[in-house]
């Protein structure tokens, strides 16, 4: 670090960048030990594997800049940093994000959110080994494995978009073992399905981490997209990264229709089917018909790969029988904390007690109650 | 059902700008970070306002979901919803981003480097005349609406005080549209290249804006902002070709402005900082740097944009010879300290005169004359900036008392 600008070196304007990027990578490794103890855990080695394997290559880079000429490595750093650019990107939200927790402006919400992800993949064979911090929409990064949630919104109902985000993270770490080498099939899919138009790989994964969440969660996912997130005026607009919320919507449904062998969902599916007819009538962007190709397609492909490698993560909707006593204390206010229960249970039944809701005050009551239950689990789970 | 929908939609998206426009100072709990009442409530102002105005339009929207005798057709009511969360988009990612940046800076991540920024550019003001300042904050890659906002960067993970001058361009954007001659200088230059060109008026005032700022910056730091930003910064491998011409009219400006500033050592510097930019432009593009004049799509002569400057701001916020004589001085003594391996770089003794740009210059001049000077450079000058800040802080003036001089009369 001592050598700088010289004059007369045809190349110190290329060493200096490489000693600021050295230096850069020092400083942004030192600030992640400022996410506190708990959270840091869950992300440490990765970033430390990440941050090393870029000194690396920017130490040979600093060591060829005597050797090789300026031509040949102006491209490679040009590289390098934009690699860095993401690395430093994501340590800055998780950094900032830890902070944010830490003082309580998320209100406890990320940590509420992380329960119910380490709740779903605690019967998954991989390991998120994460953490939520808040940003201005859902989001997943893959470098970090950072999920965003969306600021300021700290509703309850929103709480199992989460889940699809996380679909994001387990589809592309599903492994198999082919002829000796380790195959990732989620990639396969995908790389098959963009063929013929360069959208469908984005579109592909967006069905997948749909088709998960309604796998993992049940019928709140569906219910939280209809009521709560998917736009009836863009009902019918397909975007360069997802495709159009009827869509979405008819393959959400068919998936828990698939998913529901004992009729436990029907009333769950009723309203959500109801409540998206009635917003796209009303916006004139109505479609009645289920997922056309290729999304009906996709919808088997995803749900089969689930099958096959998360057997036990699947959410049982049997957990929804017999609850109308703790429904209708829900809608009450009176639930205790003898209600307790997983919270992947709970936000399935805070949606169905809401569907029976008479007025905005029981969906209010309906969503402090359900909360207060779920973060009892919280210290349970982290 | 449908019609309580979009209710829920609508009471959800006023529970969540009330909280946009409620955020205050106590909710963040800032113990450690100086954040003057006014430059918060400059940074929130928008927000605030924002957030009323997107607040009203939802109280008419429910007004015409349920409350009036003729009542929104549900498409149109959906519609009204869907743009109105669309604008809000903005004020959230607005908010998160003060909020994150504030705490980051309250628990002293930044090895306090946000401070020096912060005492960079409220020096910076002062020399315009400018009472309210900006308050800077971590980011990477930038962030949105910073000029408008009273919010500057810094960028994550540059915590030395190298790349410090930068944030002085921020502020620039700030200083150009608060002066309204130069805010007017600049719209018409837009307009200008816009009958020139026929490109989109509005990148092109977004870029004479970026290059006005450059200048800024230059005019009011002198060659530590070049320094910083042509040796560390500016990208010019960029792939897009576009982004490539921007940086050569960005650097071109910034030449420009230094050539301007004085003759002397300061031209000594400006050649060799040249040297370094044109040689390496060279071997990596095979571009040759004089063959033309890259501001001349622009229609911007940084002379006149330097005389522009010297017309409309105070006498004081120039960089200046004397200035310049103040950084080879300490500049200079640092080298020789550093080539003597009898002596260790110190501090120099500071009067209250001195200014932080005076301690970063001195620091690139050390550093572009002595290879040596990188780390332990960068430790001394912050010890000096340090310095400087506490002698300013006692021997600053009372809250509310004007700066002497006025703004030169129009011509």
């Given at each position: 670090m001592s050598r700088t600008i010289s004059p007369?070196?045809?190349?110190a304007l290329l060493r200096s960048r490489v000693d600021a990027l050295i230096q850069q990578i020092d400083a942004a490794q030192e600030s992640t030990?400022?996410?506190g103890a708990a959270l840091r855990e869950r992300v440490e080695i990765r970033l430390a594997t990440e941050f090393n394997l870029h000194r690396i290559e920017v130490q040979k880079l600093s060591e060829a800049v005597d050797a090789t000429a300026a031509t040949q490595l102006w491209p490679r750093l040009h590289r390098l940093q934009a690699e860095l650019d993401e690395v430093f990107e994501e340590a800055l939200a998780l950094v900032e994000g830890a902070a944010v927790r830490d003082a309580g402006l998320d209100d406890g919400y990320c940590r509420l959110a992380d329960a119910l992800l380490d709740e779903i993949t605690r019967?998954?064979?991989?390991?998120?080994?994460s953490f939520t911090v808040l940003g201005t929409a859902e989001s997943y990064t893959r470098f970090s494995r950072v999920i965003r949630v969306r600021f300021p919104s700290k509703s309850f109902?929103?709480?199992?978009?989460v889940a699809h985000e996380h679909g994001h993270f387990v589809g592309p770490a599903l492994t198999i073992v082919q002829g000796g080498r380790t195959v990732h099939p989620l990639e396969d899919l995908a790389a098959r399905a963009q063929?013929?138009?360069?959208r469908h790989w984005a579109w592909f994964h967006e069905i997948f981490a749909d088709v998960y969440a309604c796998y993992v969660l049940g019928p709140a996912y569906g219910l939280t997209c209809v009521?709560?997130?998917?736009?009836p005026v863009a009902a019918q607009l397909d975007r360069p990264t997802h495709p159009a919320a009827n869509t979405r919507v008819a393959v959400i449904d068919a998936t828990l229709k698939a998913l529901d062998e004992h009729g436990d969902y029907d009333l769950a599916l009723a309203a959500m089917r109801q409540a998206w007819q009635d917003g796209t009538t009303a916006a004139g962007t109505a479609a009645d018909r289920g997922p056309e190709e290729p999304f009906a397609s996709w919808r088997e492909q995803s749900l089969d790969l689930l099958r096959a490698h998360?057997?036990?993560a699947r959410y049982d909707g049997?957990?929804?029988?017999?609850t109308g006593g703790l429904r209708k204390r829900l809608r009450d206010g009176?639930?205790?904390?003898?209600?307790?229960?997983p919270i992947p249970d709970l936000v399935n039944l805070a949606w169905l007690a809401r569907i029976g809701a008479a007025d905005e005050p029981a969906r209010g009551r309906i969503a402090i109650g359900a909360r207060s239950l779920a973060e009892q689990r919280v210290p349970e789970v982290l | 059902m449908p019609w309580s929908m979009l209710q829920g939609r609508v009471e959800a998206l006023r529970l969540n700008l009330e909280r946009a426009r409620d955020l205050s100072v106590r909710e963040l709990a800032l113990d450690h970070v100086p954040l003057e009442e006014g430059v918060w409530d400059a940074a929130f102002d928008a927000i605030r306002s924002d957030s009323v105005s997107r607040l009203w339009e939802l109280e008419q929207l429910s007004t015409g979901i349920d409350?009036?005798?003729?009542?929104?057709h549900q498409r149109v009511a959906w519609q009204k919803l869907a743009a109105i969360q669309e604008q809000s988009e903005d004020i959230f990612r607005e908010c998160l981003e003060l909020m994150g940046g504030l705490t980051f800076r309250e628990r002293d991540l930044d090895n306090q480097i946000c401070t020096f920024a912060d005492e960079l550019i409220n020096e910076c003001a002062r020399s315009v005349g400018r009472m309210l300042t900006t308050i800077a904050i971590p980011a990477h890659n930038g962030g949105r609406h910073a000029g408008a906002r009273h919010i500057a960067h810094v960028q994550f993970?540059?915590?030395?005080?190298?790349?410090?001058?930068?944030v002085t361009f921020e502020y620039g954007q700030v200083a150009i549209t608060d002066r309204p001659e130069i805010d007017a200088f600049a719209r018409k230059s837009a307009i200008d290249v816009h009958h020139g060109l026929g490109a989109d008026q509005d990148v092109i005032e977004e870029r004479i804006r970026a290059l006005l700022s450059d200048a800024f910056a230059t005019y009011t730091l002198g060659p530590a902002y070049a320094c910083a930003l042509m040796?560390?910064?500016?990208?010019?491998?960029?792939?897009d070709p576009d982004c490539r011409e921007f940086v050569a009219q960005r650097v071109a400006m910034v030449r420009g402005i230094l050539a301007r500033i004085a003759d002397g050592d300061v031209a000594d510097l400006h050649d060799k900082l040249g040297k370094h930019w044109d040689q390496a432009l060279h071997l990596v593009l095979?571009?040759?740097?004089?063959?033309?004049?890259?501001l001349e799509r622009l229609a911007l002569d940084p002379a006149t944009v330097f005389d522009t400057f010297n017309w409309f701001?105070?006498?004081?916020a120039a960089y200046a010879v004397d200035d310049w004589d103040t950084a080879v001085q300490w500049g200079s003594r640092w080298c020789k300290e550093l080539r003597d391996p009898k002596l260790s770089p110190a501090v120099p003794a500071v009067a209250p005169?001195?200014?932080?740009r005076d301690a970063l210059n001195a620091s690139w001049y050390a550093r572009i004359h002595e290879p040596a000077w990188v780390t332990e450079g960068a430790d001394v000058t912050r010890e000096l900036c340090q310095q400087i800040i506490d002698i300013r802080g006692r021997t600053r003036r009372p809250p509310g008392v004007e700066l002497p001089g006025a703004i030169r009369p129009d011509p």
């Open positions: 007369d070196c045809s190349s030990l400022a996410i019967q998954a064979p991989v390991r998120w080994e109902w929103e709480l199992p978009v063929e013929g138009d360069s009521f709560e997130r998917f736009d998360l057997p036990t049997e957990h929804l029988v017999g009176t639930a205790g904390a003898d209600d307790a229960r | 409350r009036s005798p003729h009542p929104l993970p540059e915590w030395d005080v190298w790349t410090l001058p930068l040796l560390l910064r500016l990208d010019f491998v960029a792939p095979g571009t040759d740097p004089g063959a033309a004049d890259p701001f105070l006498p004081q005169i001195n200014r932080l």
